[in-house]
């Protein structure tokens, strides 16, 4: 390697681990907030004397498998009914359409005021429907859910008094998950969620810093919405965008960790990827879009930068590629150099890698006694998951980034159905880069061992895990036959079940 070569490669090598390291640096302070927040949730400062009234809105789009449990636990609230109007936004092009307007005529039956809204265009999809149902929502707070939630009858009644402080615009609950145990899959999503939803949101709310309604289980003053602008669909993360310009104009958000509302994860590889290339992509939209606004607002500079890092965390993606490029001489050609262990690879281990452990430990700490330690044996194949996601959430990136506009993919859901195949997310080239990867970092693997380079192996069979899991999760849906299905496992809890 000539001497511009090699100068090129520490360049590279040091840009891409310095941005790796940064993130896993704010990870850090993310941590630091939370254990200085850390308790349980603050009381309201007050409560209604008389219940406000309440729309319930259920956005809803070819979900036949959860739809109709969905609207059962909405029926099952603990709020009164002169009090309480459910809207059913309905976009469907199934049989969904009729199994919602039927659950709709039996509720108005018992004396719920339903309101059953369907569209043929789709326009805007889901921020569309959401913001076209403004103009008959009754209720002066706005309830969301999507269809694969199951809210506990009390969950209204922990809410909504906490608007009792004029300043709040939103109110949000925790996701649960309802599906955690049915797969590896599902449980290193559980984890990865958890992170964000137990560590930060909470670190974010209680100090007073910009964060996120999660689209779905939060509750949204009317009067929020409508001077931030209302609903607009110009990005693919709605709510992250009329998040961002509600606080840009003085609203106050309130993040509730432990009022918790149990949800499905997607159950299989493809119907993940979908999810994520979703949420990746809106973001980066969302950063194009708002950040500007954050910058040029009279807001603190902690907030400024902490928006800046919230917005822009998924550019990491774009340093995973740099990674992907840099591991074979980085694993081969540079292993015997102590100057490099020590000046890099030793800090970048530390706060690129150590940070995820932590991180996610310590949220699975928080959920359970010992939490942590029960979960220490699967951080390395979540660390894999993320590797493996890197193209899909990647090329999320650079589309956002090329203004690639695509229409919102909804994430296909089970049910109580296992194994259904009704409903199934599409696969798109970016498996065959991952089919590739995974034969290129198991030929680096086997390489390793021939050359002795034990040091190298851990992170190149990280990498490869990731890629063959990734790449064998979307290969499962060719497989069909029963013989290699296996047993399923035990169906999604009932409403009833999920309420016990």
Request: charged share 20%; with cysteine; glycine share 6%.
């Amino acid at each position: 390697m000539t001497d511009w070569q090699l100068t090129l490669w520490l360049a590279s090598y040091v840009a891409v681990f310095l941005g790796l390291s940064l993130f896993g640096a704010h990870r850090l302070r993310i941590l630091w907030l939370y254990r200085r927040h850390r308790g349980p949730d603050a009381a309201p400062q007050g409560t209604f004397q008389e219940l406000p009234v309440v729309t319930v809105q259920l956005p809803i789009f070819n979900e036949v498998t959860v739809a109709g449990r969905l609207i059962d636990a909405v029926a099952n609230l603990d709020y009164p009914k002169d009090r309480l109007q459910i809207q059913v936004l309905d976009d469907s092009t199934d049989e969904t359409r009729e199994m919602c307007e039927e659950h709709a005529e039996e509720l108005r039956a018992q004396g719920f005021d339903v309101e059953f809204r369907h569209r043929t265009n789709r326009n805007g999809f889901k921020a569309g429907a959401l913001e076209e149902a403004l103009a008959t929502a009754k209720g002066e707070y706005l309830l969301i859910f999507d269809a694969d939630f199951l809210p506990p009858p009390d969950l209204l009644q922990k809410m909504i008094h906490y608007f009792t402080d004029e300043k709040v615009g939103m109110v949000q609950a925790r996701w649960e998950h309802l599906n955690r145990n049915d797969s590896l899959l599902t449980r290193l999503q559980a984890m990865m969620l958890d992170g964000h939803l137990v560590l930060e949101q909470t670190a974010r709310s209680r100090d007073r810093l910009f964060f996120n309604f999660n689209g779905t289980a939060g509750i949204w003053r009317k009067q929020a919405i409508r001077e931030a602008g209302g609903w607009q669909h110009d990005t693919l993360t709605e709510d992250m965008d009329l998040s961002y310009r509600a606080q840009l104009h003085g609203w106050r958000f309130v993040y509730l960790k432990d009022v918790t509302v149990p949800a499905e994860l997607p159950a299989d590889m493809d119907s993940f990827k979908t999810q994520q290339h979703r949420w990746t992509k809106g973001s980066i939209q969302v950063c194009k879009k708002i950040l500007g606004e954050v910058w040029n607002s009279p807001e603190s500079l902690r907030i400024k930068l902490e928006s800046t890092a919230h917005l822009a965390a998924n550019f990491a993606y774009l340093l995973m590629f740099g990674v992907l490029v840099l591991m074979y001489p980085a694993s081969f050609m540079f292993h015997g150099s102590w100057a490099k262990t020590l000046l890099l690879d030793t800090p970048v281990f530390f706060f690129a890698s150590v940070s995820v452990i932590i991180f996610y430990l310590t949220a699975q700490g928080a959920q359970r006694p010992w939490g942590w330690l029960k979960s220490l044996h699967q951080i390395p194949l979540v660390m894999a998951l993320g590797v493996g996601m890197s193209i899909n959430n990647g090329v999320a990136v650079i589309e956002a980034l090329l203004n690639r506009q695509s229409e919102f993919v909804r994430t296909p859901k089970q049910g109580a159905v296992r194994k259904n195949r009704r409903y199934k997310a599409a696969r798109s080239i970016t498996f065959w880069v991952e089919v590739v990867l995974a034969l290129y970092f198991t030929w680096l693997v086997v390489l390793a061992m021939i050359k002795g380079q034990w040091q190298s192996l851990p992170f190149l069979a990280m990498f490869q895990f990731g890629f063959v899991f990734v790449v064998a999760g979307s290969m499962r849906h060719w497989v069909s036959w029963p013989k290699f299905e296996g047993p399923q496992p035990p169906p999604t809890p009932s409403v009833d079940a999920a309420m016990a």
